[in-house]
């Protein structure tokens, strides 16, 4: 049974930082995709940041080029999201997804985590 489990959501100031991490079990880490997306309230999900199977590549949503961080730690079966510069629009539930070698959509989602950024 594969399971993705984000933690690391919270409070924070307007211009602090948080880590999310994301937990995979249940698949071969290497071999998927790994993502994390967001959902205010009112809004529509969306994507905020990507790392492919290998590594090797990085993408961002343009809201959050320059201040996110996505990164995978392979031993650890985790990927994780480094949040600074933090702003109230960032205010979101945010989810990690995995999908396989880039393939088509996001196979496996967690359950989310909230963060929330106060001004």
């Known amino acids: 049974q594969v399971q993705l489990v984000e933690s690391g959501g919270g409070l924070v100031q307007a211009g602090g930082s948080l880590r999310l991490s994301c937990a995979a079990s249940?698949?071969?880490?290497?071999?998927?995709?790994m993502a994390w997306f967001r959902q205010a309230p009112g809004k529509e999900r969306e994507f905020v940041a990507r790392i492919t199977w290998g590594g090797a590549l990085k993408y961002y949503a343009d809201s959050v080029k320059g201040r996110f961080t996505i990164s995978r730690d392979g031993a650890k079966n985790t990927a994780y999201l480094q949040m600074d510069s933090l702003k109230p629009e960032d205010t979101a539930v945010y989810y990690c997804?995995?999908?396989?070698?880039?393939?088509?959509?996001?196979?496996?989602w967690g359950q989310g985590t909230q963060v929330t950024v106060s001004s």
């Open positions: 997804a995995a999908r396989y070698m880039a393939y088509g959509s996001y196979d496996y």
């Open positions: 249940g698949l071969t880490f290497s071999n998927y995709d």
